[in-house]
């Protein structure tokens, strides 16, 4: 297999889990969501359209204001992931075939089990080397031109995020403030294992022996 064609398959499949990962949470949102998530659903319930719709307003916002601070960190991929994950995400709210919420234990089960395939899917889409998410390269601009840590800056503008999420009246609750703590592990782990995958493919590539006819 091609080792372009690999990576982007690599990389719209972690676009999926990441926003399949997403309306599997949505579903549960009492419980608690991801301060984009809690903002996205508060923009949701004041102004209508979908979830997935202000997802994707919010990240050409973001990938604007990075294209004025700082456009190293926009490409292609950055740009496919802010228009796609939101409508995956509505696609599989749409099906209605996901678990709805019990009112029960059950539900931080279900929301654990969203949290870690959004963190496998997030793994994915890094690794896959396309780009990463029009969050991830705003943080990234602000931790430059402020010369904040990058986690200094996460905290910062997802904090201010979750104020605004909340004023708004998005769900915050409990697993809000665990959500990074368990995602990020996560997230960390299967990029190391993606990685490795991509790294494994380019080095078969490189010790194939070109203008050999198979």
Request: hydrophobic share 55%.
């Amino acid at each position: 297999m091609e080792l372009k064609l690999f990576q982007y398959m690599l990389f719209f499949m972690g676009l999926i889990f990441f926003g399949l990962g997403n309306a599997i949470a949505v579903k549960v949102k009492y419980v608690g969501l991801h301060p984009w998530e809690v903002l996205n659903v508060a923009l949701y319930q004041h102004f209508g359209l979908t979830i997935g719709t202000w997802s994707v307003v919010c990240g050409l916002i973001l990938i604007l204001i990075s294209l004025i601070v700082d456009r190293r960190y926009i490409n292609i991929g950055t740009i496919i992931n802010a228009i796609l994950i939101g409508p995956i995400m509505d696609f599989f709210l749409w099906l209605d075939i996901l678990p709805k919420a019990t009112n029960s234990w059950i539900d931080y089960f279900i929301l654990l089990s969203a949290i870690v395939i959004t963190g496998i899917g997030g793994g994915m889409y890094v690794a896959a080397g396309i780009g990463a998410g029009p969050r991830d390269g705003f943080m990234l601009s602000i931790s430059d031109k402020t010369k904040l840590s990058v986690s200094q800056a996460r905290i910062i503008v997802e904090s201010m995020v979750l104020i605004i999420g909340f004023l708004l009246g998005g769900p915050v609750f409990i697993a809000t403030f665990i959500y990074t703590f368990i995602q990020s592990p996560v997230f960390q782990r299967s990029l190391n294992f993606f990685r490795i995958l991509v790294e494994t493919a380019k080095k078969k590539k490189d010790k194939t022996p070109q203008g050999i006819i198979m």
